[in-house]
């Protein structure tokens, strides 16, 4: 028996966002009378924490604290349009909504305490829920005077509408050209691996990947999803599949115990970088990152186990039987 | 048979329940007493997402007859911690995003509860063997066995 | 789902029980295999019993091993006397399965589950079946060839029972992740040597490389009155290859479990050499 | 690289619903109860193809505790084509199966009781009478004459502008890979993967008492699934009040709209809440999976490692109807030439329609499956022609101003400065000349890296 190590890289794209029909996001945003922002959204939280870094970015916008703004999501009685949660658009396409209504409440706010301050609205500065005008700090008030003030005194509503469309493109069915997508987003992910040549087994040692999001707007859970997708990516490569035998349907499986994912006890070594090269049109430079992470680590896991034992195993998943038989295969050959 | 009564100490208060015989612990829980923390993520034992504790041992309660709970001491996440009052797994997962989607977080709870309960100091190994029942789909677990040392070295700290 | 649930306080009100509703009647140990096709919907039971009150539960010597049918997994991994059944136990599922799961019932788990009989076979175990008239005991090889012809309708498997154990012993399993995983081949293997360090007694049994777990009776025999050398295990493990039946499953195909019966029974039987 | 620093942008703040999901606090549509609700278990087709002749829920319907059997003839619009919002036609899967099955698992009646154990048993009680025909199972047998056609439109493929698959033509493959030094072929396939979040399918519907439907869905899409459901109920969408926004994993799985306009239908027609939770078994065998692909790679090398052509021929395996596929594949043909500058590229992408569940949107679906490829067959041409793994890449990788095959400027690429990074990360020392290189440096337009 023989452990054989090795050593595999990808080098990978990801599209930000769809366009087959046009995609669409909106959100609302309005004051409530103690300076209070809910931003109202229809979309969705998978788990990836859309709920928070939109709040992150809506508070941003606005230029008041965190704490302040509420984010409503998932409601269609209360909310306007998302086309949802997919494609690695969310944070994208929701993010530009809300900073754009996040801008039109921004400019109301300041109108109101224009007049409350006797300044003109363009020399006011907004941060953190502070206002006061440029030059002369000690003139000055916050979003709470104001928003009373709008409510109960000028009867003024401090509120946005946000809309990011990324227009439906054609395609062309002689050329296939087309524009798909709003952005691209990049990684690099280096596989380690163990072969055992008795077994087939393969075991990741190490998963270490540079990732290029355009702008993180929350480091730990861009994070939270490299590490997820390092995981999912190894399972997709080694573990998965519905039909085992596929395109036969014999042992369609039915549960976790013939569909394996990993246990906690599977898990190899991550590791990640993450560069931030802003794009043009994400809010904040922002790119898709959430299903980019789960598709560098299977080709350079395939391209690990091929330079730890030299046979190609492209069919997924790379099972220890597939790669046994690879093996054998290729013993027969050279003698 | 007709539905039959069981009685048993759930999160320190004895509760009467009417059930059908046949019924699991995890139906009981979260539809008759409607503590929903304890999750339906399967039903064949091969998630975790329904564990809770029984006589302080970990159970997956869809695997379990509601009727074998009568008499016995049943723990669900409820009961060890509810905000402010969170316990220091719960606040640990927190703080590391050790839950994502949040669906397997009540199981994995559990389970490490079980584990530290008996074993306060485990190493990092003991950890994910204790949590080989549960499975996580988003976070590729590491953020969880994070959280679960940093109570583990709070612990020690203490 | 209108049913009948009996939970009988002892041992004596279960054979009642049994004796009563005989055929009909749906028995669960700890209930993992059975719950889960209840809440699939898979089949709907009019008449169960559970076992888990029984007073069927615990370890017992007295001359030799008996554990209650109800004795559940992680009880098992704590039998220190029987090293490669406590390991066994151990590799199966998780912590909350292995609290729930019992000897009794892991008897009766379809393979390629069912990893508890292999190292069981390697100490040469009985069973105990009980009914309303009494009690007998039948070799496990037997019982789990026909589990269903050597439990008549009106008896319930009560204990196991295992001779003290000698010589030295090892188990491998293979699966498909690191834990909580069904088997593609699970190895038992027991040796006795005499003083010259020949083998005088063999016990190799296989798990999930036939239709129930089995033991490799041919490659017993071939290591009988040879030492544990790199010729007699890749003989024994040659052999054993032949002995198996394997299946096809989702987890890998008849093709593969063959194979891997070779690579694991040598490693076994290599680790007894150390 | 230096991105300007903001305020709480680039924070790691706790996260919102963090709290609530340690505590189990949280709720979740199957945390979701109403007084006097009912449950919903579906009747399924135990085969992969086959012609209805009768389906008999006599014996179900009189099974105590069931209060309405749901059916084809209930369901106002029985056709379930989710992308008709965006124009991909024609209708070919019913909401309920009445004339013919076409997967193992299709549902054809639900059954609607007081408890969930009820629904189930009751539901093994209907009898199905289908005539089974042999089943499609392999792309290439679907796609060859011998095959039966499946599909009311005359093959078993879907139809593109008049074509059976999509085209990507940019260059002259045929004539570039004449003058190619290496001609590098490559075989990829992928199984169909399950998206197995821990939290199954899950709706509850309550009919309020001003007609409207209040609709708890663990949808990814709330609009998405709320007008493709007014479309099957035949309603307008305010009839409609979509909750969600909270969901126990998805992963491209919760984007099919498969459970809410059943279990608004068996709302409806009992006047009851009603809710309808997956099991494990169906979110493995009866929800869409990520789609089998095969592909096949042709490419021409020269001697220096540039890529000069590259023909891509790839099968992408729909199941038994369209759901997102006929999408997926698109996005797929965009990107089977992988991001690098290739002058000559023709792809042909096929979505393919078999007798097995439904394929449908996965986390990355067309993309990954091309990554995987492109990424694999690039290691092949290095080890083919002796060349650096990290050189094959970063000398072709794309740059900013370069021409994509979809005919698109590249603008923001850093596919060199990935690589780059992850060489120094594990302490690969590149040489020099693989160092200096840019994603900026093909001197073109965009790039915005200064």
Redesign the interface.
Known sequence: MAKHYGRGIAAVNYPTGMNLGGDPTQALIFCQPTGGFSVKLASTDLGQGLKTVIAQIAAEALGVPFDSVIVDTGDTDSAPHCMGTFASRATHRVGNAVIMAANEARKALLDVAAEEMEAAPEDLVLENGEIYVKGAPERKTNVFNVALAAHFKHGKTISGRGIYLKQKSGLDPETGACDPDSTEAHATTVAEVEVDDETGEVKVLRLASAYEVGRQINPEMVKGQIVSGAVMGMSHALMETVFPYYPALDHHTYSFGEYIIPTALDIPEIESVVLEYPSSNGPYGVKGVGEMTANSPIPAIVNAIYDAVGVWVTDLPVTPEKVLRALEERSLETH | MESITVTFKLNGKTTAVAIEPLESLRTVLREHLHLHATKAGCGQGGCGSCTVLVNDEPVLSCLMLAALADGQEVTTLEGIGTPPHMHPLQTAFFDRFAAQCGYCSPGMIMAAKALLDKNPHPTRAEIAEALAGNLCRCTGYVAILDAIEDVVTQMQEA | ?????F?PRSLDEALSVVQTHGAGLLV?G???MM??H????IF??KK?M?L??AGLSGVYRNGHTQIGATTNL?EVSQIADYPILSEAAYQI?????R??GTIGGNLYMPQP?GDLAVPLLAYDAHVELASASGSRTVSLEDFLAEPRSHRGVHELLVAVHLPDPTGYAAYLK?G???????SVVAVGVRVVMDKQGQISDARLALGAVGPFAFRAKNAEALLIGQSLNAKSIADAAQIAMEESNPF??????A??RR??VG?FVK?TLEQLTK | MGVKQLGIVGQSVKRRDGIGHVTGQTQYVDDVFYTGMLWLKMVRSPISRGIIHGIDASKAEAFPGVVAVVTAKDVPNNWYTILCLIGVEPNDEPVLAHEEVMYMGEPICAIVAETEAIAAEAAALVKLDIEELPPVLDMEFAISPDAPVIKKWGNNTFMYDGYNHRKLRFGDFEKAIQQADHVIEGDYSLSPIEHAPIETHCCVVKPEPDGRLTVHSNTQALYFTMDNTAIILQVPSQRLHMIGGTVGGGFGGKVDVITEPITCIAAMKTGRPVKWRWTREEEMRKSSTRAGVKMHYTDGVMNDGRIIARKVRSLEDAGAYHRHSPYGVQKHMANLPGPYTIPNVWVDAYCVYTNRQPSSAMRGFGVTEATFAVECQMERIARTIGMDSWEIRLINAYRNGQMRPVRKVVEDATLIETIQAAAELIGYELPAHLKAMSSDDYGGKGGHHG
């Open positions: 789902m209108n049913a009948d649930l939970i669960m700890g209930g993992t719950m889960a209840l809440n699939e919907g709907f039971p169960v559970s888990a009150r992680t599922g998780g912590p909350a399965i609290n729930m589950a293979l498909r992740r690191e834990a909580n995983t069904p096809t499953d989702a987890l890998a195909t093709w593969y194979h891997m690579v490693r």
